[in-house]
């Protein structure tokens, strides 16, 4: 034996380094998932802030400005808001950083139709070829609605499942949400440009309450109604028509949190067990829907007809 091989057998030899674990699937949305913080903090969601835009002063929503000080702000303000998306460094940066502890991520975002959001991420991800698997995925739909879709997807991800389960979980979410969302005024939709001075005036004077969906990730009117408490049960009526089995809902309010209450107590007194959110609807659809937002989002436990989607 030579004395190199005698002194290598008296030095202790590294145990085998067990094979690496399998690194878990990242969850990635914007700001108008309307997501409660404490539910993304818990879940490992990374939230992209849109920017939101008063005059010459610039916010991060939910960051620099919250939901409450949007609204308060949105009343008073001469001239009305607007949004922008993250631009394209934003995602690469935010896709960077979680790429030094995954090599798998989705990312779901607000509906093509009302931004460029979900474009940018996509244009971010291809810079990320070969170093990250990411799954871009356009909600067509918004706010709480679009967040189960994230939740769904967060939560297969924490019981670790792959990159095509945790895609397909927030893909089989949307295509079995019913939405319905009730503005207060029609003055923000007039102001936003969405409709004449002179139907707005025949709506306020009609006292009227537009009772909208989003379909084929557009806004779509479902119908009028003329006092606040005939549009809580409108939402109700809607969302919850033909009694079908409900996994999850979402109650989305602005600036009404007793209106959301009353929702959430209806809910569960139709469909017993269910578990209701309580969310607040940001400046998304703030913006064009003004102060008095009241939204409903149900899940139903199986896949819906396009016109039953719809509502």
Partial sequence: MTFFRRIRDLVPRRPKEAAAPERPVRIV????????????????????PLQVIFGNESFRDGVDLTTEEFFGRLESAAELPHTSQPSVGEFRAVYEELAQHTERIVSIHLSARFSGTVETARLAARELVGRCSIDVIDSGTASMAMGLAVLAAARVARDGAGLDECAAAARSVLQRIRLAVALDTLEYVRRGGRIGRAQALLGGLLRLKPILTIRDGEIFPLARVRTRKKALEALLDICLEGGAEIEEAVVM????????????????????????????????IGVHGGPGIIGLAVLFTQPLSEHETSS
């Fill in 253 to 284: 309010q602005s600036t009404t949190p007793a209106d959301a209450d009353y929702l959430v107590s209806e809910v569960q007194k139709r469909q017993p067990n269910v578990l209701v959110h309580v969310g607040m609807m940001g400046p998304a």
């Fill in 29 to 48: 949305t914007d700001s108008t998932a309307d997501l409660p913080p404490e539910m993304a903090r818990d879940l490992l969601i990374t939230v992209v």
